[in-house]
């Protein structure tokens, strides 16, 4: 290496050592500030966290698992508010501590705020549904809901989405403000309906007899007993068109297992069908 490349390398390295230097204290300031904001926000989140956990009493709630739930969605909440307010602050801290001057900025943030606000209508739609569901506790973390045309486990709910999980493992960002009609498929003891349609020269007494049994045969293995409540079960003859009895079966299960149920139902009812050579229409 020359002398003169060498000369430029050393005024550099001078250059930033001496700038360290002048701002070391600047740049203490804005490292404190950092990692003040990381602890805040994991012990602030931390007490929120332990707040809920003792104000949500178990008594509220019909079951444990309903409890956590619900503790969950809460805390998802709550940290994210903790989250966006800390870092709001420590964000000005550092722009102060490096010389801007944000007086200027909080002043005019009002009047951006404004000017913004026409453009933000959803936004706040979306914040504001989101505080009703949670307040009114339409669905919790973990719920098996159908919101629109999507279906699936609830993974987190935000101040703006809901994010959904369905069966295929894809995840939804809903918007709050969308959200019309919402079911929840897990919040509490679900009936299950379904329908069968038999050609109307079917024995309909052994069909009834098909179906009783089998519902209770289900609700007696030993991978349904804990699940079922109220076996599946012949309700009534809904209605007989076009060469055929539409018959209603109707069942009770625990939060959250009506598919698992109902899939299993139809493949032993279907089973017995065949045996008996009862098709359906």
Request: glycine share 8%; net charge positive; hydrophobic share 45%.
């Amino acid at each position: 290496m020359d002398t003169t490349a060498t000369d430029t390398v050393t005024d550099t390295g001078r250059v930033i050592v001496d700038w360290f230097n002048n701002n070391l204290p600047v740049i203490i300031g804005v490292i404190v500030i950092f990692v003040t904001a990381v602890i805040a926000t994991r012990v602030i989140s931390e007490v929120f966290a332990r707040l809920l956990g003792r104000t949500i009493r178990e008594d509220m709630y019909p079951s444990k698992t309903d409890r956590d739930r619900r503790l969950r969605t809460l805390t998802s909440i709550s940290t994210a508010i903790v989250t966006f307010a800390v870092w709001t602050v420590a964000v000005l801290m550092i722009l102060n501590s490096i010389g801007v001057n944000t007086a200027p900025l909080l002043a005019s943030a009002g009047i951006v705020g404004v000017a913004l606000g026409f453009g933000a209508q959803s936004l706040v739609k979306d914040f504001m549904t989101g505080m009703f569901i949670i307040a009114e506790n339409q669905y919790r973390v973990g719920d098996y809901v159908e919101l629109g045309a999507v279906k699936g486990t609830v993974k987190a709910v935000t101040m703006r989405t809901t994010i959904v999980e369905d069966y295929d493992g894809s995840i939804y960002h809903i918007p709050n403000g969308s959200i019309v009609v919402t079911g929840n498929h897990t919040m509490s003891n679900n009936k299950i309906a379904v329908e069968l349609s038999v050609s109307t020269d079917t024995d309909i007494d052994k069909v009834i007899k098909l179906i009783n049994e089998t519902g209770k045969k289900q609700a007696l293995h030993v991978n349904f007993k804990n699940n079922v409540i109220e076996p599946l079960h012949f309700v009534r003859v809904k209605d007989i068109t076009g060469g055929a009895i539409i018959i209603w079966i109707s069942g009770k299960v625990k939060s959250g297992n009506q598919s698992m149920v109902r899939s299993d139902y139809y493949i032993k009812l279907q089973k017995e069908l065949l045996k008996n050579k009862i098709a359906l229409k």
